[in-house]
């Protein structure tokens, strides 16, 4: 590892101009290329205190031996070097998109004497134009299928086509009417680049200039009462139209634009476009890639930028983009953009509209293919198993942690406070084993107590159930084991009555708790008090992903290409969504929670009785207890009870309209100022707010 004040520049040295620099190794290897408005200012970043440095750049800074740099006249210039240097050196510690899949695209090869409509991936060539990427070839398939009816370009391969010529017979598609056989010469050369200029036409977007045309064309068959030709014209028109609603309208008419997303953690980032012609989507791709350096939203678009346009000319490149943040500096990235399209492109955020609403649908593409991409890491058994080993060499396991329990604490500044267990047994998550817990201890938030509460509870539970089965007893007193017929042992064990697993009965070989130093220390001594030496426990903080190890003053760094680094993240990430979503349904069942909840002994059923007679609040908070007593299955006593609830809860105030001044009328059935709720099928109303977690048991 070097010493960055080894090869730092002498004062004076670096120009305080635009430009671009290089890292290289020992090996004079470039592993890191980037580009400045003043590569003074910029370089002198990299050699400051190591401290204070973020981890990727600090080692991307001591793996290096040497640094150099390149003046240009702009900061397009810089950009357009930078990108290049990339493309040639492949440096490692550069943000790298890779396409998450081979993107299909459907090709016209007008660089050939008879151009040819063809499903085409990999790197694009010169003198073929690309339409798409798809997702899936065989949607290429279908379009062109239904294409060829009106534009009958040739498809075909070379050998099918010189075969054809020899022979004097066309292929299938040449009979049947979907190919113009011009190996036969059916149509000349200039006549079949005419049709496949055509199909590449209405590809683009201009499709009213060939069905406006058909439909005249058919009316005026059809008055002069050639019925056979309009309904070949009309055939034709109905196949076009099924093929543009494979592209649904998403943006006027005309627009031409990319959208950008973004989504992003610790570690990696998504990608998705959506390239948006004559306002239809006729693409989407994505891209994952590896976050080896401290990078804003706005620089991952910029590099997203540079390889989706990089080797693009023309209307490759949109009149418009729209991204979810833009470079700092936007101008030369602009001007860049400009340069490759030969026309003014205008880079911006949308903020409103249709074409928010359809960034906001890439942005749930481009967090759902980040989801799929660490799904898929984790899914693999090999990878799994990678995974489990690599944790208990980092941790100095005996034996790798075939069960993981994780906890995450939530609340709302204090309030609702709540904690989630989540279990990952092999390396996948075992929902049935969640579990939910209310902070009962004391009121406010102090994490550290929430975590040491939480441990305590789960594992008293523990220690009690494995008193009931026998394990802490001594052999006279043990309970002895019923075995039945099958010889398996009932009665007691690690199973209830009913052959379902005790809700605690199973101990983890690994606890995480989501947190650093404090978190951890309060999670061991949990365990300590309650004798139980014989689980690890580690934490897992956010923000630099480091792991603490119980009484360390240093954490643990995994790298981070690590499987076992990913593992632990989307524990501790599950643990903290399942314990967000508790906490938010606490929240908004405080929110609509009512006065007759606290009337001891009455059941939905009473309460939905009293508001269906009494139609609201209100009116029951303001009604005699003989009046009470008139609703069906209400007792005096129980009527009594009720009236004194209601007594000593304040009415909340009336809604009003702000534009208007207006007091709003209460609905039947809710509090003045409160929303109302919906009613489900049963006629129980029907709790707003966060899904219930059916699998989590509240403890």
Not at 559 to 564: C, D, I, K, V, W
Request: charged fraction near 30%.
């Amino acid at each position: 590892m070097a010493d960055p004040s080894s090869y730092r520049p002498k004062p004076g040295e670096i120009p305080d101009t635009p430009g671009v620099y290089r890292f290289r190794d020992e090996h004079r290897r470039v592993i890191y290329v980037g580009k400045a408005k003043s590569l003074r200012q910029r370089l002198a970043n990299y050699f400051q205190d190591l401290a204070g440095m973020h981890p990727r750049t600090r080692t991307m800074v001591t793996t290096a031996a040497s640094v150099e740099w390149t003046v240009v006249s702009t900061e397009v210039e810089a950009l357009q070097l930078e990108y290049s240097w990339i493309k040639e050196y492949d440096p490692r510690f550069n943000v790298k998109y890779r396409d998450d899949k081979s993107y299909p695209y459907l090709a016209v090869t007008m660089n050939e004497e008879y151009p040819r409509v063809q499903v085409m991936r990999g790197h694009k060539k010169k003198g073929v134009r690309y339409f798409g990427p798809y997702g899936h070839a065989w949607a290429i398939r279908d379009t062109v299928d239904l294409l060829l009816r009106v534009f009958p370009v040739r498809t075909c391969s070379a050998g099918v086509f010189k075969n054809a010529a020899r022979t004097g017979r066309p292929c299938l598609l040449g009979y049947i009417g979907k190919c113009s056989a011009p190996c036969v010469d059916r149509v000349s050369a200039e006549e079949h680049r005419e049709l496949a200029d055509e199909f590449c036409d209405f590809m683009a977007g201009r499709t009213n200039t060939y069905i406006r045309p058909l439909e005249k064309q058919m009316a005026e068959a059809a008055e002069e009462m050639e019925y056979e030709r309009a309904a070949r014209l009309r055939d034709d028109i109905e196949a076009l139209k099924k093929a543009m609603e494979k592209n649904a309208v998403v943006l006027a008419d005309a627009t031409d634009a990319d959208l950008i997303a973004v989504a992003e953690d610790e570690l990696e980032a998504a990608v998705q476009i959506f390239h948006v012609r004559g306002g239809r989507v006729r693409g989407q791709r994505g891209w994952v890639t590896d976050k080896v350096e401290e990078i804003t939203t706005g620089a991952l678009v910029e590099h997203a930028l540079q390889q989706l346009y990089g080797e693009e000319t023309g209307d490759a490149v949109p009149k418009e983009v729209l991204v979810p943040a833009l470079p700092d500096p936007v101008e030369p990235v602009q001007e860049w953009l400009t340069g490759r399209r030969g026309s003014i492109v205008s880079l911006r955020v949308p903020q409103r509209g249709d074409k928010k609403a359809l960034m906001e649908t890439v942005q749930r593409n481009a967090q759902q293919a980040l989801v799929l991409h660490k799904t898929k890491r984790a899914s693999d058994l090999t990878t799994r198993s990678r995974a489990l080993e690599e944790i208990a060499d980092a941790l100095d396991l005996d034996s790798a942690p075939l069960r993981i329990e994780c906890y995450d604490i939530s609340h709302l500044q204090g309030d609702d406070v709540v904690a989630s267990m989540v279990v990952f047994e092999d390396g996948l998550a075992r929902k049935s084993e969640y579990r939910r817990f209310q902070i009962k201890g004391f009121a406010g938030q102090d994490d550290v107590r929430s975590m040491h509460e939480v441990i305590t509870r789960r594992f008293r539970r523990y220690l009690a159930e494995k008193e009931k089965t026998g394990e802490w007893t001594d052999g006279e007193n043990a309970e002895t084991p019923e075995i039945d017929s099958n010889g398996e042992i009932v009665g007691t064990g690690l199973t209830e009555d009913d052959g379902r697993p005790r809700k605690f009965a199973y101990p983890p070989q690994l606890v995480v708790v989501d947190g650093g130093a404090p978190q951890v220390a309060a999670a061991r001594r949990a365990l300590d008090e309650l004798g139980i030496d014989d689980i690890a426990v580690c934490g897992l903080a956010k923000r630099l992903e480091e792991v603490w190890l119980p009484g360390d003053d240093d954490p643990v760094v995994l790298p981070r290409t690590s499987e076992g680094l990913y593992l632990l993240q989307r524990v501790r990430d599950e643990a903290h969504r399942f314990a967000i979503t508790y906490q938010r349904s606490k929240r908004a069942k405080r929110f609509r929670s009512s006065p007759l909840d606290d009337v001891p002994g009455l059941g939905d059923a009473r309460k939905q009785a009293l508001l269906k007679h009494f139609g609201s609040l209100k009116k029951l908070r303001s009604a005699t207890i003989d009046q009470i007593c008139e609703v069906p299955g209400i007792g005096r006593k129980t009527a009594e009870t009720i009236a004194a609830a209601l007594a000593q809860t304040a009415p909340a105030a009336p809604a009003v309209n702000t534009a208007t001044g207006e007091i709003m009328e209460e609905e039947p059935g809710t509090e003045p100022g409160t929303e109302p709720g919906t009613m489900g099928s049963s006629g129980e109303p029907v709790t707003m707010g966060a899904p219930d977690e059916r699998r989590g048991q509240e403890t």
